[in-house]
């Protein structure tokens, strides 16, 4: 009876702590700091269910856990290589506003006539 009481202290604590990684994810300032808080959040959202799966005495949840934990890898996989996309396309804009439109008239195949 006293491992329930702990569990559920341990859930209300957590999902506290939620908040401040919920509120981090929508602020930012930056794309980085939102997707460590989302990261964070999944992190978080595991050891919730894990202790539920220790407080109901459920072994399926530790499978939930183990899916979960694979689909937030994957997410976090995702949007880190969006925002390295995203990023090395808006440094390449800003080299070529450097450089100059004049210089900017190369083909994307290297061909600078108009021949085929």
């Known amino acids: 009876m006293l491992y329930h009481y702990i569990y559920i202290t341990i859930l209300i604590i957590l999902a506290l702590m ?3 990684c919920l509120i ?4 930012g300032p930056r794309i ?3 997707l460590v808080s989302v990261n964070m959040m999944g ?3 595991m050891v919730m269910i894990a202790v539920l799966a220790l407080m109901l005495d459920e072994g399926y949840l530790v499978d939930v856990c183990l899916v979960y934990a694979m ?3 994957l997410a976090v996989v995702v949007l880190a290589k969006v925002y390295i996309g ?3 396309e ?3 804009k800003a080299e070529q506003a450097e450089k100059g439109t004049g210089e900017n008239t190369e083909n994307e195949g290297g061909m600078s006539d108009g021949s085929f």
């Open 18 to 20: 939620l908040f401040p």
């Open 24 to 27: 981090r994810a929508i602020k």
């Open 32 to 34: 980085a700091d939102r």
């Open 43 to 45: 992190t978080m959202v």
């Open 71 to 73: 689909i937030s890898f």
């Open 86 to 88: 995203i990023y090395e």
């Open 90 to 92: 808006t440094r390449r």
